[in-house]
């Protein structure tokens, strides 16, 4: 079963604006981390916060944490085309080593 | 480096028929992951390996699957008399350890359909 939900399911932006997607979970996590998918195949990492951690940045990515709402937003800054893709999030807890994902949001950049 | 291979890439089979998926994980990292990712169902958890523990089993759907790892490194995810339902795309993971928080790197995943 899933962890939680992400939200929007999907976003359509033109490019140069920014898109933001959250994420909610349930339980109690060590870590957040984002994931990036094309063309439904492989994933690809793209940032992890950990639990004691509000806010993180990687180049146009910006990753927050709020633990005490269980959520997580990530904004992508000034998007560009090849930013279109399917965006998870994916918790991982002390009661295993497994990461539990949401449902994604698939975000289409227009050039 | 090389990064996670999976092979096939993608696998159609005859329901009742048994399959075999292969993860060769990056090179060094002990830790070894499979998912598995369906329309219905998302991206789910199956097993886990960690260097010579034994592995945790709790997301495997049935008894129909099951997961080897030999010498620490490649793992095999065999489905045994696959079913309709089987049809997904399944995903292999590695990363440096466990026990402590690290990224996953994925592979480019195997998709089977069963037809």
């Known amino acids: 079963s899933q962890q939680g939900e992400e939200d929007p399911q999907a976003l359509s932006i033109q490019e140069g604006e920014n898109a933001t997607m959250n994420c909610s979970y349930k339980t109690s996590i060590n870590n957040l981390q984002w994931y990036r998918q094309n063309s439904g195949r492989g994933l690809v990492h793209l940032i992890l916060?950990?639990?004691?951690?509000r806010e993180k940045h990687s180049g146009r990515l910006r990753v927050t944490l709020d633990t005490s709402k269980k959520s997580s937003s990530l904004l992508i800054t000034a998007s560009r085309a090849a930013d279109t893709a399917s965006y998870f999030c994916a918790t991982g807890s002390n009661a295993g080593n497994m990461l539990t994902f949401g449902g994604g949001t698939r975000l289409m950049v227009k050039p | 480096g090389a990064g996670v291979s999976q092979s096939p890439s993608n696998k159609v089979t005859e329901k009742g028929k048994d399959v075999e998926l292969r993860c060769d994980p990056i090179?060094?990292?002990?830790?070894l992951y499979w998912y598995r990712q369906s329309l219905g169902q998302g991206l789910e958890f199956l097993i886990y390996?960690?260097?010579?523990?034994?592995?945790?089993k709790s997301g495997l759907p049935s008894d129909r699957f099951s997961a080897e790892r030999t010498g620490g490194s490649v793992s095999t995810l065999t489905i045994q008399r696959t079913q309709q339902e089987d049809s997904a795309v399944y995903l292999c993971a590695s990363s440096r350890t466990s026990g402590t928080i690290y990224e996953q790197y994925f592979g480019p995943g195997t998709r089977l359909t069963v037809t």
């Open positions: 916060i950990r639990s004691n951690e």
């Open positions: 090179s060094g990292h002990t830790a």
């Open positions: 390996f960690q260097g010579n523990s034994a592995p945790d």
